[in-house]
């Protein structure tokens, strides 16, 4: 596991590890203000679902630093400009919804701005906390799941994206199950997707992989059915930034096709997330606003142009992954099936 958390709080103040720089640089950001902490959600110094939402409830408390008089239309600005800085991923209204509720419940009972700012502090700090236990009993339920269903001593895993620590904040989802099955000596090789644009594979996943000294290759996403025909994969774990009320789910461009692909070959496929990620209030993928990300992020690499200049581009950050293609959901809750209707709202509701 990492000696450090991408999110710190330090003497009311909010530092967050510049995951852009990474893995060549580790380089934590001073953030200061609501403003700031939405501009580092959009630029991407944080990212993850996780760490995106607990980052803004931080964002929240310097937000009531720098204020003198709290009302509802004020705390609803600030909150309505931290949910903005990206729309995809749930965790991030989710858990400004729930800072909004707070500190609206307290300026209506006369609360004092030393108590409405210890009390979003105390609920960034208990939700750190709380992730790791979750996402440890989420990794359990995962892997009680896949011990029935690929009978072996030993797996190849495959992942895609980054949903380890850097992610969540404390143990991963998706990358924590592969942390649980590494600790319990069931790995026998990870095959991290590169992740393009972005390249959070390459430089985040093998970052974490590399620290737990868990024996992986980076791989692009094309060479995934490649693999997969030549028996190299017996399970894939992915995360998801958001999972509506029918199964489907939403996550970093690339994970559909990878679903498409695993079901081709019967390989299983589960997504790992927490209940802040689901949207019962999204019937199904089609509803999910996908966020489009800037042009240069695939026409540059480090601001060395390499395509063509006038080139147009289409950059979703996030594709829809349709519930028939996924062998199983994973939440704190437990397993869900997505095939059986009503299943997810069950589960969630237990």
Request: charged fraction near 20%.
């Amino acid at each position: 596991m990492s000696t450090y958390s991408p999110i710190i709080w330090k003497e009311n103040k909010l530092f967050l590890l510049d995951q852009r720089l990474l893995p060549h640089e580790e380089n934590f950001v001073e953030v200061n203000s609501l403003s700031a902490c939405a501009t580092a959600i959009t630029d991407m110094v944080v990212r993850g679902a996780p760490c995106i939402g607990f980052s803004a409830i931080y964002g929240m408390a310097l937000w009531v630093q720098s204020q003198n008089d709290f009302t509802v239309d004020s705390i609803d600005s600030a909150s309505d400009q931290l949910i903005a800085a990206r729309p995809t991923a749930v965790n991030l209204a989710f858990e400004v919804n729930r800072c909004r509720k707070i500190l609206k419940d307290l300026v209506t009972s006369g609360a004092t701005k030393k108590e409405l700012f210890s009390a979003m502090v105390k609920f960034g700090d208990e939700q750190i906390l709380e992730s790791e236990k979750k996402n440890t009993s989420m990794g359990q339920f995962a892997l009680n799941d896949l011990k029935e269903r690929v009978k072996k001593d030993k797996w190849n895993l495959m992942t895609h994206c980054n949903t380890g620590f850097l992610a969540c904040g404390s143990l991963g989802t998706a990358l924590g199950v592969i942390s649980l099955a590494h600790r319990e000596g069931r790995v026998e090789h990870i095959y991290a997707d590169e992740t393009r644009p972005y390249l959070q594979g390459s430089r985040l996943t093998a970052f974490e992989l590399s620290k737990e000294n868990i024996p992986y290759s980076i791989v692009v996403e094309g060479a995934a059915s490649y693999l997969m025909a030549n028996g190299k994969i017996d399970a894939i774990f992915v995360g998801a930034d958001r999972i509506a009320k029918n199964g489907d789910t939403a996550n970093k461009v690339g994970t559909s096709t990878l679903s498409i692909v695993a079901k081709h070959y019967g390989v299983p496929f589960y997504v790992v997330a927490p209940i802040s990620s689901f949207d019962l209030n999204t019937a199904n993928g089609n509803d999910i606003e996908i966020e489009m990300r800037p042009k240069e992020e695939i026409t540059q690499i480090k601001g060395v142009q390499i395509a063509p200049l006038d080139a147009q581009v289409v950059n979703p950050s996030f594709d829809v992954t349709d519930h028939k293609f996924i062998t199983g959901i994973v939440c704190e809750k437990g397993f869900i099936d997505p095939s059986i209707p009503g299943e997810v709202e069950r589960v969630v509701n237990l």
